[in-house]
Antibody, heavy 126, light 107 residues
Framework: QVQLQESGPGLVKPSETLSLTCAVS????????WTWIRQPPGKGLEWIGY???????NHNPSLKSRVTMSVDTSKNQFSLKLSSVTAADTAVYYC????????????????????WGQGTLVTVSS | EIVMTQSPATLSVSPGERATLSCRAS??????LAWYQQKPGQAPRLLIS???TRATGIPPWFSGSGSGTDFALTISSLQSEDFAVYYC?????????FGGGTKVEIK
């Protein structure tokens, strides 16, 4: 059973860059797509973006060009960077497995999220 | 961007009763819809994908229905552990979007 664990600073200053890592255990990061989702305190869920082990990414246009995602297959982990943060970026950040995958030269997009990390609260404040 | 609207915002139900949650999309998402359950302080848990396919380990009293723009999640007989917030999510087109949630509370 795959498990995910987010890590990173819980406090980031305005205008700086938020950096989080998600460690994947119990399965290979090369098997599926991986995604980031956030949830402001007391509010709903927002999809941030996904990454494949090949480095292919896609992200929510609402975050403009502030999002950078990367993957480290040697460590079985993937990462998120969100630049120029403001108080509006304060949220619980979750990493999750996206059930999309590629095989035999074709990709199968099943963009639901079936395994989640416990989440990590990131507060943007000076 | 496809807007997902859930209703009602809060549903008060007695244990053992049936609950029906609604999710409407601003345009067709075909059957590319998932449902999640979230309890306080926990990550969401996948219940349903493909509008009606239960995820692994999800009990049979959860069922999903609908296609196009109108969807429903039915909990046929509410157990104490089912009181939570439920979210729908469309994955028909980018960006993937979630509804605002329905809180199922004890009546």
């Amino acid at each position: 059973q795959v498990q995910l664990q987010e890590s990173g600073p819980g406090l980031v200053k305005p205008s700086e860059t938020l950096s989080l890592t998600c460690a994947v255990s119990g399965g290979s990061i090369s098997s599926y797509y991986w995604t980031w989702i956030r949830q402001p305190p007391g509010k709903g869920l927002e999809w941030i973006g996904y990454i494949y082990y090949s480095g292919s990414t896609n992200h929510n246009p609402s975050l403009k060009s502030r999002v950078t995602m990367s993957v480290d297959t040697s460590k079985n982990q993937f990462s998120l960077k969100l630049s120029s943060v403001t108080a509006a970026d304060t949220a619980v950040y979750y990493c999750a497995r996206d059930r999309s995958y590629c095989s035999g030269g074709s990709c199968y997009f099943n963009n639901w999220f079936d395994s989640w990390g416990q989440g990590t609260l990131v507060t943007v404040s000076s | 961007e496809i807007v997902m609207t859930q209703s009602p915002a809060t549903l008060s139900v007695s244990p053992g009763e049936r609950a029906t949650l609604s999710c409407r999309a601003s345009q067709s998402v075909n059957s590319n819809l998932a449902w999640y359950q979230q309890k306080p302080g926990q990550a969401p848990r996948l219940l349903i994908s493909g509008a009606s396919t239960r995820a692994t380990g999800i009990p049979p009293w959860f069922s999903g229905s609908g296609s196009g723009t109108d969807f429903a999640l039915t909990i046929s007989s509410l157990q104490s552990e089912d009181f939570a917030v439920y979210y729908c999510q469309q994955y028909n087109s980018w960006p993937f979007t979630f509804g605002g949630g329905t809180k199922v509370e004890i009546k």
